[in-house]
């Protein structure tokens, strides 16, 4: 499983450096949604664009 070791250890990189370790537990829930959406749109072309095309779909 040195796979999951991998993600650990990212996810507390993460959140260390991210939050400074002011890690609150009211939104403990919301910290690994917010790994997974940045981690999945690491490598993505259009970063920038997310916004923009989040906003035309809408209208």
Partial sequence: ????????????RWLLSTHQGAVSHDHMDYYPDEYTFRFNRRKSKARGMLFYRLLQQAV
């Fill in 1 to 12: 499983m040195p796979g999951v070791h991998r993600i650990s250890a990212l996810l507390k």
